[in-house]
């Protein structure tokens, strides 16, 4: 019997390691599953032939907690994504959604954790939180892992050498060059304004740096450097000199950790701090007469064709509106057909909106490049409402496309306006794959009960607080109430 198992389990890993020798090495995210077709694994790979062939290989040396996984996974999809970022925020939404049994991680609800700078103290500290100060701080995030997000200001810190601590640092204290700083001055890492080892002014400059940085401006920071760099050695300031190049050897050491091409790690997520600037900012980047207070945004989300969902998500003043968030299950029935899709949700959306006679948008946005807003475009046509500016957003380039122009507006990555469309397609991609989750979980469940298999029973929760019960009288307690019928109409 342990024989024919052990035969078993070698020909089904064989079977899914040809199957993982046909994917190709491009940044995707991969869904083990049983039998049954139950999701049990979630994970992600800038390599997807490489990372999931690794699981079926017979030579490798598995670590124990693979083993018992690979017991029981019978089969495998997987979802390519453009990048390695796409992919992270992938796999943290479908292990959030899905909750899979032999993911150890990000099964809870906590929020997700920002980096806040405190802009309203005299030296500003960075911290990485999730309950950032509602005022008089710079955010950066959301992101996606903390432990990467701690690893990413490790580094910062080297060529940034701001203060992590939670020190009331006052500029006019004299006590302050009494105080010892702690080690991470000793290893040049952190200026110490708390023993005052530097200047205010220098440190802001830091700070200032570190900002831009952040926002985007890697190229100019690293230009900026360079020049006060030349400027210092020429003024035989080479104390000053020597410091510059190490935050330049540092911040270029950084660049290199942080992804391919244009893909910076710091904002794997769009989050706009000042949403009424976004709006004023993509006015202008579209060269509209009047900002626009409303837009929606859509997205389409399936696995593979299988249980096709829309979305459509609202934003009021560049701030989300939930109670205007709608849901759209896939109805033409022709597989995986996202321009279809899209026709069909864009018709019921705005079909609906002029029956109703509701408020219209001043801005509709489209997942996706040109063929998505040609789709769009073409839903309008079928029907006698005129729409409002419909663009589309794709998301390898971030190029914006209109109906106005062939060619596609192309605005830099830290523009506030481009990235409020970042922040409203990531909430109607994050809307419409928890109802894609949803409508899987539901599928399988009533598979489930087709096959005849139930649900576990909930155990019962006892109160240690509460005296026993005695359970063959626990219902003779109870006053029988009485039998309220509905009021017969007159």
């Known amino acids: 019997m342990e024989d024919r198992v052990k035969e078993d389990r070698e020909g089904r890993l064989k079977r ?6 046909r994917l190709t090495r491009d940044p995707g995210v991969y869904l083990m599953k049983d039998k049954e077709g139950r999701v049990i694994y979630v994970g992600k790979s800038a390599a997807l032939r490489d990372r999931v062939s690794s699981y079926f290989q017979p030579s490798a040396k598995l670590e124990f907690k693979k083993a018992p996984m690979l017991d029981v996974v019978d089969d495998f999809d997987i979802l390519g994504t453009e990048t390695e970022v796409e992919a992270l925020l992938t796999e943290n939404r479908l292990i959030k959604d899905i909750q899979p049994r032999f993911n150890a991680r990000l099964l809870d609800d906590k929020t ?20 950032p100060q509602a005022k008089g701080t710079k955010l950066f995030g959301p992101f996606t892992s903390v432990y990467q997000l701690k690893e990413a200001v490790t580094h910062l810190q080297k060529a940034f050498k701001f203060r992590t601590c939670h020190l009331d640092i006052r500029q006019e204290d004299p006590k302050r060059r009494f105080f010892r700083p702690c080690l ?9 304004p708390c023993a005052d080892k530097v200047s205010k002014d220098v440190y802001d400059d830091d700070i200032r740096r570190l900002n831009r940085f952040l926002d985007g401006e890697r190229k100019g920071v690293l230009a900026d450097l360079e020049r ?59 060269g509209m007469a009047e900002p626009p207070r409303i837009v929606e945004g859509f997205d389409i989300a399936h696995l593979q064709g299988g ?67 040609h789709a769009a475009m073409d839903a309008f046509k079928m029907m006698d409402v005129k729409p409002p500016a419909v663009i589309s957003l794709a998301k390898k380039e971030e190029l914006i496309y209109t109906t106005e122009s062939n060619e596609p507006i192309r605005l830099p990555r830290n523009n506030v306006g481009l990235k409020l469309l970042q922040y409203l397609r990531d909430e109607a991609h994050r809307f419409a794959q928890h109802y894609h989750h949803i409508l899987r979980r539901k599928a399988q469940l009533e598979q489930d009960v087709k096959n005849g298999r139930r649900p576990p029973r909930k155990r019962k929760v006892i109160n240690p607080e509460l005296p026993p019960v005695d359970d063959g009288a626990q219902f003779s307690t109870i006053p029988s109430l009485p039998i309220l019928k509905p009021p017969t109409d007159h």
Not at 114 to 128: C, I, K
Not at 265 to 286: D, K, M, R, Y
Request: glycine residues 8%; charged residues 25%.
């Open 16 to 21: 899914l390691l040809e199957k993982a020798s």
């Open 307 to 373: 249980e096709m969902v829309g979305s459509m998500v609202c934003f009021i003043d560049g701030v989300p509106f939930k109670n205007a968030y709608r849901r759209y299950k896939i109805q033409h029935g022709q597989g995986n057909n996202d321009f279809l899709s899209l026709q069909e949700i864009v018709s019921r959306r705005y079909r609906e909106a002029g029956e109703n006679h509701e408020l219209f948008p001043n801005l509709i946005m489209i997942d996706g490049g040109i063929g998505q807003l």
């Open 112 to 131: 997700f954790p920002y980096l806040e700078v405190t802009m309203n103290e005299e030296f500003p500290g960075v911290y990485v939180t999730r309950e």
């Open 184 to 192: 991470l001055y000793a290893i040049n890492q952190c200026t110490a």
């Open 228 to 286: 006060e760099m030349r400027e210092a050695s020429k003024n035989m300031q080479f104390e000053k000199a020597a410091k510059i190049r190490d935050e330049l050897k540092a911040l270029q050491g950084l660049s290199k950790r942080a992804g391919k091409g244009e893909q910076e790690f710091w904002q794997p997520e769009a989050f706009v701090s000042n949403p009424q600037e976004g709006v004023v900012a993509l006015q202008e980047a579209l």
